[in-house]
């Protein structure tokens, strides 16, 4: 969000120049996030950070749920 505040502010080129950045990326970010208010931007943080975690605990389940099954599958 700086990087896009301090590309309002100045220059897009400038921006660039100062974070080693390309003009797609900002305008990517801009795109994505510009016209989020900060408190916004926390929020989509904090509901990314929670379906990671929750993308986890689903393979971990599916890894336990698999094992198993391969295990019984085959014969001894």
Known sequence: MAVLREA???????????HKVIQQTIYA???HFGEL???DVKRL???EAENSR????L????LDI???KEIN???W
Do not use: H
Not at 59 to 62: C, G, I, M, S, Y
């Open 73 to 75: 599958a085959k014969k």
């Open 59 to 62: 393979a971990e389940r599916d």
């Open 54 to 57: 929750l993308k986890r605990l």
């Open 8 to 18: 309002d502010a100045t220059s897009v080129a400038a921006a660039v120049k100062k």
């Open 66 to 68: 698999s094992v198993p």
């Open 29 to 31: 970010w801009r795109k």
């Open 45 to 47: 943080r904090a509901l």
């Open 37 to 39: 208010a900060p408190s």
